[in-house]
């Protein structure tokens, strides 16, 4: 691997589109939360960076692919996820788990107050439409 395989991971990987294009360090993540991370050595182009697919916790195989085509953004998450890389989140309403169906994390306005809750998609929207069930479920848990 080189550097310039782990410039085009980080454009990639990266959620912030708006973000500087030349990467000294690399966060990659998922959901807010850092889940890998890596350095380039911008002065170092012509070393080997074959730590990247180590610190990115997949084989060189798969970072190469990464850096050119065949292995999406979505790709690479779920091989993480496979692998147990990705923080797990749980509904705090029905206790689903993630990935059963997506839990996000979101601060919603209820009551006046605003919370930080973790919703799976379907508490979500009945939490957004004032739902009070949902709510008394989630603020017992608070
Ligand atoms: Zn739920």
């Not at 990467?23 to 730590?51: F, N, Q």
Request: charged share 30%; net charge positive; aromatic share 6%.
């Amino acid at each position: 691997m080189t550097a310039e395989h782990g410039e085009k991971i980080a454009d990639k990987l990266r959620d912030d589109p708006g973000g500087g294009r030349k990467h000294d360090h690399v966060y990659v993540k998922w959901r807010g939360r850092i889940v890998a991370t890596y350095g380039i050595r911008r002065s170092s182009h012509e070393l080997p960076h074959d730590y990247i697919s180590q610190e990115l916790h997949v084989t060189t195989r798969q970072a190469i692919d990464l850096a050119r085509c065949p292995l999406s953004r979505a790709d690479y998450f779920e091989i993480l996820r496979l692998h147990g890389h990705l923080p797990k989140m749980k509904c705090q309403s029905c206790d689903t788990e993630d990935f059963d169906r997506e839990v996000s994390h979101e601060t919603l306005m209820y009551n006046k107050k605003s919370h930080r809750v973790n919703l799976c998609r379907q508490c979500l929207g009945r939490a957004r439409q004032n739902d009070r069930q949902i709510w008394k479920t989630i603020l017992d848990k608070l």
